[in-house]
């Protein structure tokens, strides 16, 4: 089946420096993905929709120059986040449609951010 | 605007025991559905979804979940839980019909005691 593959599974950075996570789209093309962000003991919050080929959208209230994202093919999106504080620490989790827009979501195994 | 509430955050129950995890939704447009469950520290896994037809649907490993309309519910039962299904589940709802932008509930951690 559809597999989306994030990586690094976790990270440890210290604050002011930047990380990249990257989501792949293993055996289809990917023309949009989903970055959501999740907080310890709470749900997921989107946080923008990855577009190839062009600019990311961003949801409400997510500072677009502090994740930066990157999707410069049909099988992979970078989520930069850029100068991280310890209140950037989160879980990270990347999904992508394997069709059409009623085809099933899949979830990359997230990246556990923890910045010191 | 659509909101999606999981009235319980924990549902301890044992083995071979019944379970309904409990999932309400507000939204003033027609909406799709869907049950994810998440083991620690992985992704999530596409449980079961509703996108029209029947209003009960069923999983492979014998969830199942209905939609009702008029008390805007999405409820998830399983009349036989076993230990491996302790997990964090989580109901949501698309925002329109783009249904990779997802509206998650705060989720439900299932614990199946021996």
């Known amino acids: 089946g559809a597999v989306v593959s994030q990586h690094p599974s976790r990270v440890i950075c210290k604050s002011g420096t930047s990380v990249k996570i990257e989501c792949r789209s293993l055996?289809?093309?990917?023309?949009?993905m989903f970055w959501y962000r999740q907080f310890p003991k709470q749900s997921l919050m989107l946080m923008a929709t990855?577009?190839?080929?062009?600019?990311?959208?961003?949801e409400q209230g997510v500072e677009k120059d502090k994740f930066l994202i990157n999707h410069a093919s049909l099988t992979l999106s970078t989520l930069t986040v850029t100068s991280a504080h310890p209140e950037d620490s989160s879980f990270y989790i990347c999904?992508?449609?394997?069709?059409?827009?009623?085809?099933?979501?899949?979830f990359g195994n997230g990246t556990r951010l923890t910045v010191t | 605007a659509q909101s999606v509430t999981q009235l319980d955050s924990q549902v301890p129950v044992f083995e071979e025991a019944p379970v309904e995890l409990r999932c309400n939704y507000s939204?003033?447009?027609?909406?799709?559905l869907f049950w994810y469950v998440q083991y620690p520290n992985q992704g999530l896994q596409l449980l079961l979804k509703?996108?029209?037809?029947?209003?009960l649907v069923e999983s492979i490993n014998g969830f199942e979940a209905e939609f009702n309309k008029s008390q805007t519910s999405f409820h998830l039962r399983k009349p036989s839980v076993h230990i491996s299904d302790t997990a964090e589940y989580f109901c949501?709802?698309?925002?329109?019909?783009?249904?990779?932008?997802?509206?998650f509930g705060q989720g439900t951690t299932l614990q199946v005691k021996p």
């Open positions: 999904s992508a449609h394997a069709g059409g827009g009623n085809s099933p979501l899949h």
């Open positions: 055996d289809f093309q990917a023309t949009t």
């Open positions: 990855s577009n190839e080929g062009s600019k990311a959208t961003y």
């Open positions: 939204s003033s447009v027609s909406v799709y």
């Open positions: 509703y996108l029209s037809g029947s209003t």
């Open positions: 949501a709802v698309s925002k329109g019909s783009n249904t990779g932008k997802l509206i």
